[in-house]
């Protein structure tokens, strides 16, 4: 039988905030003191199973409570959502109101999604409410720094709130885009090496097709294609060094495939060096908050023994060296990968 570190780990530990990480937060204005907290959302009444438009179960339940306590969330709600969008402007919330609150059943955070609709013109955005985890957080920040994408979150207590991370999930787009004539095959199979490339550096783990969304953003001659992560659950957790490489992932085959049928060897290796550039520039534009990040991140081992010993000697081996030797956790071995990767200095 294969050690369980083979695989994705079905079940993630859920670490607390530490004090240097608080400490982090408070200074870059991640932390809020806004009146509601992720159990309070636990008092609903009974559940609807949430088809999505082809009426198929989508896996998410949304919720009944009782009115006077639906109104109360209400008022909570709008206040979270004109903190997230406007900065607390209160001059918008009376034009928005709570649609729904949904809840899924099969995540580690075990999310909520909170809908709120525009009153004037039935437009409509959403954001989320978890249980807090450090992994996450960590994830949420090096995907803000390290990544082309901004990412809009805060937490109160044991609650993390995260706006939409807007796109089309990549399981819709394998399905559905990727064989269409005017899909553009190559730029996709750019992409997915640049976000493979990404995920590898900075040891984000777990992206099966339902953890990433693609944006496609017409050009003028053509469309251009970003992949976004939405899922930070697994960074820098597991153990087998393939988990952190999406082109390992079998619900990725249709996209590995692209990229084998129109990609050299010489077109992957640049592009590689391509992303590894682009996020060298990101730390060096902002050394100072990751140093600052680093301070805390080096003192978590944010995984167990096993699975830190694991990842140390496959990076060791992979890369015949031992610079990943004698890590005392994950954030040291993250810390150690990115000067490698980058030729950094954090």
Known sequence: ????????SKKKTLFPISKPLEK?????????????IYDDLNHY?????????????????????????????????IEIYALLKAGGDSSMKEHIKLDRIDYCTYGNTKPFRVKITNKLNDNYDYFYIKKIDASRVYGLELEHLLSPNRINYFIKGNTIIEEHIAGIP?????????NLKTTNK?????????????????????MRSYNYVFNITPDFDNEQYRIKAID????????????????????????????????????VLQYQLEERSLMKRRVV??????????????????????????LTNELNTHFNTDLYSDSKGMGEILRRHLNHLLGTEL
């Not at 982090?24 to 509601?36: N, T």
């Not at 190559?186 to 777990?206: I, M, P, S, T």
């Open 1 to 8: 039988m294969k050690n369980r570190t083979d695989y994705i």
């Open 24 to 36: 982090y937060l408070l200074k870059y204005d991640r932390i809020h003191q806004v009146d509601l």
């Open 45 to 77: 009444t009974s559940t609807v199973p949430l088809l999505d438009k082809k009426e198929k179960d989508t896996l998410w339940e949304s919720l009944i409570f009782h009115d006077s306590y639906f109104l109360e969330l209400s008022d909570k709600m």
């Open 170 to 178: 990549g399981d819709q787009f394998i399905q559905e885009y990727v």
């Open 186 to 206: 190559v730029r996709v199979a750019k992409e997915f090496v640049k976000f493979n490339e990404r995920c590898f550096v900075r040891l984000l783990g777990d």
């Open 232 to 267: 930070f659950d697994q960074q820098f957790y597991e153990g087998k060094r393939i988990l952190y490489l999406p082109q390992f992932i079998k619900e990725n085959t249709p996209l590995v495939a692209l990229c084998m049928e129109l990609l050299t060897k010489e077109n």
């Open 285 to 310: 534009a902002s050394s100072a908050r990751l140093r600052s990040l680093f301070s805390a991140i080096i003192k978590e081992k944010l995984s167990n023994d096993l699975k830190i010993d694991q």
